[in-house]
């Protein structure tokens, strides 16, 4: 059948997910390296100078020390990562949603985990019992990270428990402190969704009318 122009945007939105999140990252710590490079060990480095900004209605400007602006483009990475995952997911969902229409009995929000299950229990060719438990802590993180500050929660212990066995991190600590190596979790997580997309979109696709 024809895949309307909704799905088809989701599911480009997603494809592209990935480079979006790493090219924002390569730019802030390209920006970074260039700041560094250009006024560590000089006079300027502690001394507040006007950055240029083009969006901004201050003139085109904003105030830094180089110091600052450097340590806060060093810093924001687990902010990137985590934000990439609150788009991605939140875009999932939607696909889901519109998905639903077509591929379960009923519309489905799938907002809720147990909904997000059931489109998968009438659709488990899609995905695996494996990959359905690591979807369930993908949506346990944002969630986290959306609701609770980033930090770790009782529902994302009994997540992570489910996926993966005893958790390093505890509840009330930082989500980075939950993982070895969260920038490497993001991304075995965005490679999933996009194959699940994929593989809902050539169902959707190859379902007749």
């Given amino acids: 059948m024809e895949i309307s122009s ?10 592209q997910s990935e480079d979006r999140w790493k ?10 390296y260039q700041i560094k490079a250009q006024f560590e060990n ?3 480095w502690d001394k507040k100078l ?5 969006a901004s209605k201050n003139n085109n400007r904003h105030v830094y020390t180089p110091h600052q602006i450097h340590s806060i483009l060093t810093t924001r990475d687990g902010e990137f990562t985590l934000g990439n995952l609150q788009v991605l997911f ?11 229409k077509i591929l379960c009995s009923s519309e489905l929000d799938t907002s809720k985990w147990q909904n997000i299950k059931q489109f998968f229990d009438e659709n488990n060719d899609i995905i695996s019992e ?26 994302w212990i009994d997540a992570y428990k489910e996926a993966k066995g005893n958790p390093i ?33 050539s169902k959707i696709g190859n379902k007749q009318d």
């Fill in 169 to 201: 991190g505890l509840i009330g600590d930082e989500l980075e402190k939950g993982f070895p190596n969260l920038f490497y979790q993001i991304e075995e997580w965005n490679e999933l969704i996009v194959i699940l997309t994929n593989n809902i979109k």
């Fill in 90 to 100: 939140s875009l999932f969902e939607d696909l889901l949603k519109e998905a639903s």
């Fill in 42 to 44: 000089t006079d300027n």
């Fill in 130 to 155: 494996t990959q359905l438990k690591e979807l369930k802590l993908a949506k346990e993180t944002r969630n986290c990270y959306i609701h609770t500050s980033g930090k770790i929660d009782q529902r």
């Fill in 6 to 15: 909704s799905i088809l945007s989701i599911t480009s939105r997603i494809n």
């Fill in 50 to 54: 006007e950055f240029g900004l083009p």
């Fill in 23 to 32: 090219a924002l990252y390569m730019a802030t710590w390209g920006y970074s």
